[in-house]
């Protein structure tokens, strides 16, 4: 059983930066692939990012590539996600996931992710 806590979310000006961390309980990352998604108000979950287990590879959706990246800290058990340059569409609750199972890293249906956080909200104001 893994028990994933978000952090780091709030209301920053387009263009700022965040970071957002997702912390791992009760087990560690050690063969867990991460990933990372959004959901706005109406919308649809969507997968941003994800990174494997080792942390040698990492995935992100077109809108996000050059400005987010996935990282992990294997020592603190944590996954981090920055968020540079920072638009009002990028307004969300960010939730982290992990999974085991083969399955691409590009790929985020719910059959590759089994435990969820309970999300942290992002607010970018224009």
């Known amino acids: 059983q893994v028990q994933l806590v978000e952090s780091g979310g709030g209301l920053v000006q387009a263009g700022g930066s965040l970071r957002l961390s997702c912390a791992a309980s009760?087990?560690?990352?050690?063969?867990?692939?991460v990933g990372w998604f959004r959901q706005a108000p109406g919308k649809e979950r969507e997968f941003v990012a994800a990174?494997?287990?080792?942390?040698?590879?990492?995935y992100y959706t077109d809108s996000v590539k050059g400005r987010f990246t996935i990282s992990k800290d294997n020592a603190k058990n944590t996954v981090y996600l920055q968020l540079n340059s920072l638009k009002p569409e990028d307004t969300a609750s960010y939730y982290c996931?992990?999974?085991?199972?083969?399955?691409?890293?590009?790929?985020?249906?719910?059959?590759?992710?089994?435990?969820w956080g309970q999300g942290t909200q992002v607010t970018v104001s224009s």
């Open positions: 996931a992990a999974g085991r199972g083969p399955y691409p890293l590009r790929y985020g249906g719910d059959q590759g992710y089994k435990y």
């Open positions: 009760g087990s560690t990352f050690s063969g867990y692939r």
């Open positions: 990174i494997s287990w080792s942390g040698s590879s990492t």
